[in-house]
């Protein structure tokens, strides 16, 4: 999955709900995020339904100057 500022996410599982409008996965489920200049990994996702605004639990990083 991508958004308009390039960012991927990476996951086994991602689910949706249709009352609130966002886009999750479970707090065990592992989560990579690939930007221009970062590799973040974390447990559970939570986003908005754009993928514009988004909360990853336990994270992890690499971070290229």
Do not use: H, P
Request: aromatic share 14%; hydrophobic share 30%.
């Amino acid at each position: 999955m991508s958004n308009n500022n390039n960012e991927q996410l990476s996951t086994e599982r991602l689910f949706w709900n249709n009352a609130t409008k966002k886009i999750y996965t479970e707090l065990q489920d592992v989560v990579t995020l690939n930007t221009e200049k970062q590799i973040i990994t974390g447990f559970g996702f939570t986003s908005d339904q754009y993928f514009s605004t988004y909360s990853l639990s336990n994270i992890t990083g690499t971070i290229y100057l």
